[in-house]
């Protein structure tokens, strides 16, 4: 099991080392080997340890690598937590992250610079698997920022172009706060608990300390400060949209499989701590809810294909959270995993028709192309009944999960929130699916029939992922017994709620509400786009610049501190700070010249400084 695991974990990094090392000499075919190879080898081994650690009934359990710090107040170790939640997130990771590679064979084809590009795309799989593998906060944190600089470095891929440039710094930088409030929270648990071990702070905390306890709610609150900044959160979720300047496999990759994640799972991982901070759970519900709504009400008025893509994920995320703050963790996670198949088949889906027409991403340039894009349109419209919540694709049965959680668990408005925003999700995903591949086309028809479908080696993961969007459900859904996902993620708490409504298929009038609003949105945009487009006109210039949220912080914030910036460098810097150092300088060289007339070089003139100084002396010795 050691070997099997470090196996598993290094490969990808192996693969990064190998590919930058000889970036600039490796053939495309070796390229293409290595990255993929590494990844699916990786995920075949972590398939091999899920099956031991099922059969044999293991238990949940560290395996240490290496000694890290042996300081006694400290003594962090290498060390990794094979339990149920990690080894899920494992094969999300590497099992989607194995299709988006094989599938950027194709996208990335025309590129020059490709060992770069795969060689990032294989740290960040590396950086996220440490990031779930990890059972201490510490090492954990380590991933949380090898996952931030593989973003950084994929979606400034194309640096040459001044947006992904931009856009790379703002993912960077935003995701720089909240960093800084899992630091502060880590710091804060080394203070209060003496360890950084996960498990241990769990244990402690709720023999240590009373629920609601101040110190906690604090600690809690760091952590999800965190989670907002990774998963893109209301206040910090204006990084990812931007963030589509990147590939279209890179934004596959952070919305599916990787860095926007995290923040969901550390919640569910530290979830006994927020068990015990009612507040914060309930502060995490609010958050949630609120993001899901104006994350859909941004998504509708988008005119770019791949930013309605970016804020329908910020508006799933919010439903985990959702889902988090009223304590059904397993829901969160359900959706998690139904949500990766689904956003990565959507992403790629929209990744065939963007590289086919060389880049285009607007969607006024786009109409009519269901011809052009035969499997393609068929693909991402299962996408798009399955993130609506069409039963029984795979995200309606963890959505629906999530809101019966919420109504159930008394938190009415909230549920009627997440049901807002369900209802948004189908329609602005069908609306922008017409726009895409019906109605008008807008391009010339000797361009538009030069477009053609995307080569195989791109259709080929995304029909994987299209039969995973249909069946992928029933990982959390059965009738009569158990789940499977439930009965192996029993640690991280399932509410009886939750149990029964897993276990059969019972019409609540609340699921009536999530199947209706799912075929009201779908039907209403279908009329809307099909029959009346052209008579629409622009989306509310509200929704399209997403409530003015940028403009807001570039007003309040970024132009007081460049301003500030300014005024630092040109009057603190040039007049205070260069001045003293001139004057400084000054002194120093008019006292060098007056030294300089000592040194004359006359045996009389030395002998006279010595006499005076001797008499100096003795004044001073007497008196």
């Not at 995993?337 to 340039?365: I, P, R």
């Amino acid at each position: 099991m050691h070997c099997a695991l470090c196996f598993s974990l290094f490969l990808p990094l192996a693969g990064f080392l190998i590919l930058m090392a000889f970036a600039d000499r490796i053939p495309r075919l070796p390229t293409y080997i290595i990255s993929c190879a590494t990844v699916c080898l990786s995920f075949i081994s972590f398939a091999a340890i899920l099956i031991i650690y099922t059969y044999t009934g293991m238990l949940p359990h560290s395996d240490t690598l290496y000694t890290w710090i042996p300081i006694e107040q400290l003594h962090t170790d290498i060390s990794l937590r094979i339990d149920p939640l990690s080894l899920l997130m494992a094969l999300i990771v590497t099992g989607i992250g194995f299709l988006i590679h094989v599938y950027s064979i194709g996208y990335i084809e025309h590129e020059e610079d490709f060992a770069r590009y795969f060689a990032c795309l294989n740290f960040f799989i590396f950086a996220m698997l440490l990031l779930v593998l990890a059972d201490n906060l510490l090492l954990l944190f380590v991933g949380w920022e090898g996952v931030g600089l593989a973003s950084y470095l994929l979606i400034g891929y194309w640096y040459f172009r001044p947006a992904a440039a931009r856009a790379a710094t703002k993912a960077f930088v935003v995701n720089r706060i909240g960093d800084f409030g899992l630091l502060l929270g880590l710091l804060l648990a080394f203070h209060l608990f003496g360890t950084t071990h996960i498990a241990t702070i769990s244990e402690m905390a709720s023999q240590q300390y009373d629920k609601g306890d101040t110190l906690l709610t604090i600690m809690t609150l760091l952590f999800f400060v965190g989670a907002i900044g990774k998963s893109a959160q209301l206040p910090l979720h204006v990084w990812l949209p931007d963030a589509m300047e990147g590939p279209t496999p890179v934004s596959a990759l952070i919305h599916a499989a990787t860095m926007v994640n995290a923040g969901v799972y550390l919640i569910v991982r530290l979830h006994p701590v927020f068990m015990m901070t009612p507040q914060t759970l309930q502060l995490v519900g609010v958050v949630g809810a609120a993001t899901a709504l104006y994350a859909a009400l941004s998504a509708v008025g988008q005119t770019d294909l791949k930013r309605v893509l970016a804020y329908s994920t910020v508006s799933q995320l919010g439903l985990m959270f959702l889902a988090c703050g009223s304590g059904a963790f397993y829901s969160a996670m359900f959706h998690l995993t139904t949500h990766a198949f689904v956003k990565a088949l959507l992403f790629l889906s929209a990744g065939n028709v963007v590289h086919m027409m060389q880049g285009t991403t607007e969607l006024n340039k786009m109409g009519g192309l269901s011809k052009n894009f035969p499997y393609t349109h068929w693909l991402f419209f299962i996408g798009v009944l399955a993130l609506s919540g069409v039963p029984p694709l795979a995200t309606f049965f963890s959505k629906d999960l999530i809101l019966e959680q919420e109504y159930l668990a008394g938190f009415e408005v909230l549920f009627y929130i997440g049901l807002a925003a369900s209802i948004l999700t189908a329609f602005y995903l069908t609306r922008v699916y017409c726009l895409t591949f019906f109605g008008t086309a807008k391009l010339p028809p000797q361009i538009l029939s030069q477009i053609k479908e995307a080569p195989r080696i791109m259709l080929l993961p995304v029909f994987i992922l299209g039969t995973l969007a249909i069946i992928g459900g029933f990982l959390g859904f059965t009738f009569g017994k158990t789940p499977l996902l439930e009965g192996f993620l029993k640690e991280v708490g399932v509410t009886l709620a939750e149990k029964k409504l897993s276990s059969g298929f019972i019409l609540t009038p609340e699921t009536w509400y999530a199947v209706g609003g799912a075929f009201f949105g779908i039907i209403t945009a279908g009329i809307l786009y099909l029959r009346f487009a052209d008579r629409l006109g622009a989306p509310l210039s509200i929704l399209k610049h997403s409530f003015y949220v940028d403009q807001l912080y570039e007003l309040i914030i970024v132009t007081p501190l460049k301003s500030l910036a300014r005024l630092i460098t040109n009057f603190f810097e040039m007049g205070i700070f260069d001045g003293c150092i001139r004057l400084v300088t000054a002194n120093v060289n008019r006292t060098a010249s007056l030294l300089i007339t000592m040194q004359s070089g006359q045996i009389r003139s030395y002998a006279a400084w010595i006499v005076i100084g001797v008499v100096v002396l003795m004044i001073y010795l007497v008196f």
